[in-house]
T-cell receptor, first 112, second 115 residues
Framework: GENVEQHPSTLSVQEGDSAVIKCTYSDSASNYFPWYKQELGKGPQLIIDIRSNVGEKKDQRIAVTLNKTAKHFSLHITETQPEDSAVYFCAARMDSSYKLIFGSGTRLLVRP | GAVVSQHPSWVICKSGTSVKIECRSLDFQATTMFWYRQFPKQSLMLMATSNEGSKATYEQGVEKDKFLINHASLTLSTLTVTSAHPEDSSFYIC???????????FGPGTRLLVL
């Protein structure tokens, strides 16, 4: 089955710097890749997603890139702010399955 | 749009009792709902998937007689933890989606503490 690996597990950056979180997936049939942000004690919130027919997608300070050949995708956050501090999860989904397979999460700390 | 609510947000119960958690889609019809469990500092673990009007599909290792799931309408799914024990203490999160939609929209979660 599908397996998603996520790195790093923790990331600390200075406010204003960029943060990059990387995920790799195992099944080339996966074609949908969402990113979720989870604040302490809350449910995950979708922040951006990308489909396999697109290489890059951007929404203000957040961007996601996808390399289908290498089977990896990354989340890029520019001009980080303290409110970006949270746990971020990547996930992968195949058309043939309704399930999302989640990465292990990255705890991002943005230092003021 | 695509708002999902859960009730209660937290619950404390005694060992051996049953607890029901509700998951509602507020502004869309959820043909499929998912139930996850999350332990501290860990990722989300899918417990089961339910389609409206059908029996839930449980993931391997999840006891269907212990975690009863009902999805009787397009806006409501319930998870009942029967005969709860301290090891069932966790953060339970539901998500919802609809036919043709890849994205899952998550509820705020329910924290369960079994004493």
């Amino acid at each position: 089955g599908e397996n998603v690996e996520q790195h790093p597990s923790t990331l600390s950056v200075q406010e204003g710097d960029s943060a990059v979180i990387k995920c790799t997936y195992s099944d080339s049939a996966s074609n949908y890749f969402p990113w979720y942000k989870q604040e302490l004690g809350k449910g995950p919130q979708l922040i951006i997603d990308i489909r396999s027919n697109v290489g890059e997608k951007k929404d203000q300070r957040i961007a996601v890139t996808l390399n289908k050949t290498a089977k990896h995708f990354s989340l890029h956050i520019t001009e980080t702010q303290p409110e970006d501090s949270a746990v971020y999860f990547c996930a992968a989904r195949m058309d043939s399955s309704y399930k999302l397979i989640f990465g292990s999460g990255t705890r991002l700390l943005v230092r003021p | 749009g695509a708002v999902v609510s859960q009730h209660p947000s937290w619950v404390i119960c005694k060992s051996g009792t049953s607890v029901k958690i509700e998951c509602r889609s507020l502004d869309f019809q959820a043909t499929t709902m998912f139930w996850y469990r999350q332990f501290p500092k860990q990722s989300l673990m899918l417990m089961a998937t339910s389609n409206e009007g059908s029996k839930a599909t449980y993931e391997q290792g999840v006891e269907k007689d212990k975690f009863l799931i009902n999805h009787a309408s397009l806006t409501l799914s319930t998870l009942t933890v029967t005969s709860a024990h301290p090891e069932d203490s966790s953060f339970y999160i539901c998500s919802a989606s609809w036919v043709g939609q890849e994205t899952q929209y998550f509820g705020p979660g329910t924290r369960l503490l079994v004493l």
